[in-house]
């Protein structure tokens, strides 16, 4: 058995730990980062302004809640769909990881006109909506799980 098959067994055995292991690894950098960085966003004539910790603390515990409920219906020895499974992490880890890196390599390359900006936000709308996909399907995988027989333990 190669190290590919044995991550997607992972995935299907236990998905929960894709998202749990993330979480002590984010707040670290969290707290590396500093209690002072800080993220401003600007939606119109709006600014809202997130340190990075309280980002990091966010995104640990919307993590350990997907992770919670995996390990839920696990326990209730049910069986969740592998592709699902499958979809739902990689969607949402590719869609994070792309909208956390974009805004890193568009400053790397200085100015930038309107165009590269209208490009820049598609990217990142397009990656929202994915990663918003993703927690449907997480959704409808655990409700699957449930109108499923029950997982034979052996």
């Known amino acids: 058995m190669n ?9 299907i055995t236990k998905p929960h730990l894709f998202f749990w292991i993330p979480i002590p690894i984010l707040l670290i950098i969290g707290l590396l980062l500093g209690l002072d960085e800080k993220l401003d966003i600007n939606v119109h004539d709006t ?17 350990g809640i997907i992770g919670l409920g995996y390990w ?11 592709w699902l499974n499958i979809l739902h992490i990689f969607l949402t880890y590719s869609s994070i990881f792309c909208i956390w890196f974009i ?4 400053t790397k ?3 930038y006109g309107f165009m590269d900006i209208i490009t820049y936000s598609v990217f990142i709308v397009l990656f929202i909506l994915s990663l918003i996909l993703a927690q449907f399907l997480y959704v409808l995988n655990l409700i699957l799980a449930f109108f499923k027989k029950k997982t034979l333990i052996v």
């Open 3 to 11: 190290n590919f098959t044995r991550l997607i067994n992972k995935i």
């Open 47 to 63: 600014y809202f302004v997130f340190r990075i910790i309280e980002l990091c603390i966010l995104i640990s515990l919307v993590l």
């Open 72 to 82: 839920i219906v696990l326990k209730a020895n049910r069986t969740l769909s592998k």
């Open 103 to 106: 805004p890193l390599i568009q």
């Open 109 to 111: 390359f200085g100015e």
